[in-house]
């Protein structure tokens, strides 16, 4: 499996041979507020104001994760009156989303599960019924 561009000269590593800018793609796409507005832009194009209502999150936090977005060039907007509408500027985050849900459904609850990123499970009831 190969993550660099094509046509682009050596890639960037991290010191454990892995491609500097894919590891700056995926910690982009794990904040869960920008996640959320990737996968809301995979629907359609949509406005600040349809996307703060859908992440729940104040204007100026969802126009700072989508500079950070737009930075890393993965949406762009076009002008409409006023407003911006923004999208998906790449249609491959499309089929890497798609992967991603394809992956999760495939492991199950072990990645929601995993001790170091995942959701912390709740504790076993006592099972003696008594207090400890």
Do not use: W
């Not at 930075?71 to 407003?83: K, M, N």
């Not at 985050?93 to 992967?99: C, E, K, N, Q």
């Amino acid at each position: 499996m190969t993550m660099n561009s094509a046509g682009a000269g050596p890639a960037a590593t991290t010191s454990c041979g892995a491609p500097s800018a894919a590891v700056a793609l995926f910690r982009s796409l794990g904040d869960p507020a920008r996640l959320a507005i990737l996968m809301r832009l995979a629907r359609g194009e949509a406005k600040v104001v349809d996307l703060v209502s859908c992440v729940g999150l104040a204007q100026s936090t969802v126009s700072a994760h989508l500079a950070c977005l737009r930075d890393c060039g993965l949406v762009d907007s076009r002008p409409q009156g006023r407003a911006s509408l923004y999208f998906l500027a790449r249609p491959e985050l499309l089929d890497l989303l798609a992967s991603a849900e394809r992956l999760l459904a495939a492991t199950g609850e072990a990645v929601d599960l995993c001790p170091t990123y995942g959701t912390p499970a709740a504790p076993a009831p006592d099972s003696t019924g008594g207090d400890r």
